[in-house]
Nanobody, 122 residues
Framework: QVQVVESGGGLVQAGGSLRLSCAAS????????MGWHRQAPGKQRELVAG???????NLAESVKGRFTISRDNAKNTVYLQMNSLKPEDTAVYYC????????????????WGQGTQVTVSS
């Protein structure tokens, strides 16, 4: 009965790229804001990127110009394309779904995925 599932994490060298995917059940994905948060060891979870059902996007300052978020409504899937990765991007990345964009941005979504590890080596 898993409802939000991430995939695509792994180990990459600095400067490399990864694409994370998050598949959600239709009842969760449809009409909801979707996004990605991350949590590095010893740090608080933080918003990386969010996208509304209409396609409006919010990106953290630290990833602007390097990461992009998109969603495929036909596949109930949201993606996080990460380019020019840095060691400081190392974290567990969590997919989230929220009924409102504000809840997503505040880190209080309605659903969390289980997380996927991204490790960037220097």
């Amino acid at each position: 009965q898993v409802q939000v599932v991430e995939s695509g994490g792994g180990l990459v060298q600095a400067g490399g790229s990864l694409r994370l995917s998050c598949a959600a059940s239709g009842s969760i994905f449809s009409g909801n804001a979707m996004g990605w948060h991350r949590q590095a060891p010893g740090k608080q979870r933080e918003l990386v990127a969010g996208i509304t059902s209409g396609g409006s996007i919010n990106l953290a300052e630290s990833v602007k110009g390097r990461f992009t978020i998109s969603r495929d409504n036909a596949k109930n899937t949201v993606y996080l394309q990460m380019n020019s990765l840095k060691p400081e991007d190392t974290a567990v990345y969590y997919c989230a779904a929220a009924r409102t964009f504000v809840r997503l941005l505040r880190g209080t979504p309605d659903y969390w995925g289980q997380g996927t590890q991204v490790t960037v080596s220097s």
